[in-house]
Nanobody, 117 residues
Framework: QVQLVESGGGLVQAGGSLRLSCAAS????????FAWYRQAPGKQREFVAT???????DYAESVKGRFTISRDNAENTVYLQMNSLKPEDTAVYSC???????????WGQGTQVTVSS
């Protein structure tokens, strides 16, 4: 059973930074993609960023230039560095891992990020 555990959320003022971590219970080499999603109160879950096994990245337009996704395979951890945070970034951020051969997604429990104005 794969487990993803997020951490690093919290309360920060607008313009500040946070780094989210997603620790996997097994080697990150076993996953084709990792992604971060977020869900604000009353809104649908939305894509934030993704990174492939090879290190290719993609971002939602709303976070480009401010957020950076990375992976440390030695630590079995994926990170989301969030800079220049805005109140509209407030949401529960969840980590997702995808295994293409199994067509299976795994999700973490989420971590709350609150940005005050």
């Amino acid at each position: 059973q794969v487990q993803l555990v997020e951490s690093g959320g919290g309360l920060v003022q607008a313009g500040g930074s946070l780094r989210l971590s997603c620790a996997a219970s097994r080697s990150t080499f076993g996953f084709d993609f990792f992604a971060w999603y977020r869900q604000a109160p009353g809104k649908q879950r939305e894509f934030v960023a993704t990174i492939s096994r090879g290190g290719n990245t993609d971002y939602a337009e709303s976070v480009k230039g401010r957020f950076t996704i990375s992976r440390d395979n030695a630590e079995n951890t994926v990170y989301l560095q969030m800079n220049s945070l805005k109140p509209e970034d407030t949401a529960v951020y969840s980590c997702n891992a995808y295994v293409a051969t199994m067509r299976r997604h795994y999700w973490g429990q989420g971590t709350q990020v609150t940005v005050s104005s």
